[in-house]
C-alpha cells in the first residue's frame, strides 16, 4: 500500500504530466472489487468527467486529490498497487479499477491492490469524506514541528495505552505513515515497537520526531520505496533497512541479526539489541 512518500511521488509526477489534458472518457473499474470505495455510478463517473480538464494535484497523508475543471476533483486515498500513466498507443491493462483516457490518447489507469478509494467530487466536498476531514497534521507539513509532535505525545499519553508502532500506524494519528515507513523510522529511533510512548523519555521524544521527519524526507528524495512503482512503473529508490530482506542480516548498525515478531496486524523487522 502507498504511504505518504510514494503519494507525494505520484503527485510530483502526475503534475509533470497530466495537467491541462482533457478527458476522453472516464471510467471506473472492469474487475469488481468489493473494498475499491466508489461514490458514483460508473454511469455517472463516465458522464461528469468527460471533457473536464486536470490541474494541479496535491496530496495529503496518504489522500491525492487531482482537480477535474471545473468543478469537480478525483480523490484517491488509502490505496496501492498501481496507479499509470501511458503514452498514446501503449497497451490497456487488462484490468483496472480506474481507466481515464485524455484526448491526446494518453491515459491513466489504477489498479488498486488490498483496498481503496477512487472517488469523484464536486471541488470542496471531498473535504467532508471521511478521514479527510479533521486528518490530523502530516509530516510534511510546516506545522509538524518538534513542539507539535511533544503536544501530540503528551495528549496521547495521558489516554489509553499505546506503543510505539500504534502512534506510527493507527488512526491516522501522524497521516500517511503505515507500516513498511514505520519499521524504518522504529529502528532509526532504536525503539521496540511495544515500547509504551508514555514511557519515552525527552530525548527519546525529540529522537523519534527526528526519524520520522528524516525517514519521510529521504523516501520522498528517493521517489518512494523500492517495492512500489510510480506513475511510469518504475520502482522507487528508497531501500528499507528493516523488512523481510533485512531477516537474518546483521544489523546495519551493530552487526547483531535482524528478527522478526508479528505485532500489531503484521511483521515488525527489528534487531533485538538496537530496539531493545
Ligand atoms: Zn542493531
Not at 5 to 32: A, C, F, H, W, Y
Not at 120 to 147: I, S
Not at 200 to 207: A, G, I, V
Request: with cysteine; glycine share 12%.
Amino acid at each position: 500500500m502507498f504511504e505518504l512518500p510514494e503519494v507525494v511521488t505520484l503527485v510530483r509526477q502526475m503534475n509533470d504530466t497530466l495537467p491541462g489534458k482533457t478527458i476522453r472518457r472516464g471510467q471506473l473499474g472492469n474487475s469488481p472489487h468489493k473494498f475499491v470505495w466508489y461514490n458514483r455510478s460508473h454511469e455517472e463517473f463516465e458522464r461528469l468527467a468527460a471533457g473536464k480538464t486536470v490541474g494541479q494535484a496535491r496530496s495529503r497523508g496518504r489522500w491525492l486529490f487531482l482537480p477535474l475543471e471545473p468543478g469537480y476533483l478525483l480523490l484517491m486515498g488509502e490505496w496501492g498497487g498501481k496507479t499509470l500513466y501511458h503514452s498514446s498507443g501503449a497497451k490497456v491493462p487488462a484490468k483496472y479499477h480506474l481507466y481515464i483516457t485524455f484526448e491526446d490518447g494518453s491515459f491513466l489507469t489504477a489498479m488498486t491492490q488490498m483496498w481503496g478509494a477512487m472517488e469523484l467530487y464536486q471541488q470542496g466536498e471531498e473535504q467532508n469524506r471521511q478521514y479527510v476531514q479533521g486528518m490530523k497534521t502530516t509530516p510534511v507539513e510546516p506545522e509538524f514541528t518538534l513542539e507539535y509532535f511533544l503536544g501530540l505525545i503528551d495528549e496521547l499519553a495521558g489516554g489509553e495505552k499505546r506503543s510505539a508502532k500504534a502512534l506510527l500506524t493507527q488512526n491516522q494519528i501522524i497521516p500517511g505513515l503505515g507500516n513498511a515507513i514505520a519499521q524504518d523510522i522504529l529502528f532509526r529511533a532504536r525503539l521496540h515497537p511495544r515500547h509504551p510512548i508514555a514511557d519515552l523519555d525527552p530525548e527519546q521524544r525529540s529522537t523519534l520526531y527526528r526519524a520520522i521527519v528524516e525517514t519521510v524526507t529521504e523516501a520522498i528524495d528517493r521517489g518512494g520505496r523500492y517495492d512500489e512503482v510510480d506513475l511510469f512503473g518504475q520502482p522507487g529508490g528508497y531501500v528499507r533497512l528493516m523488512d523481510r530482506n533485512a531477516l537474518g542480516r546483521p544489523c546495519p548498525a551493530c552487526g547483531g541479526e535482524v528478527v522478526k515478531i508479528q505485532y500489531l496486524g503484521g511483521a515488525c523487522y527489528l534487531c533485538p539489541s538496537c530496539q531493545g
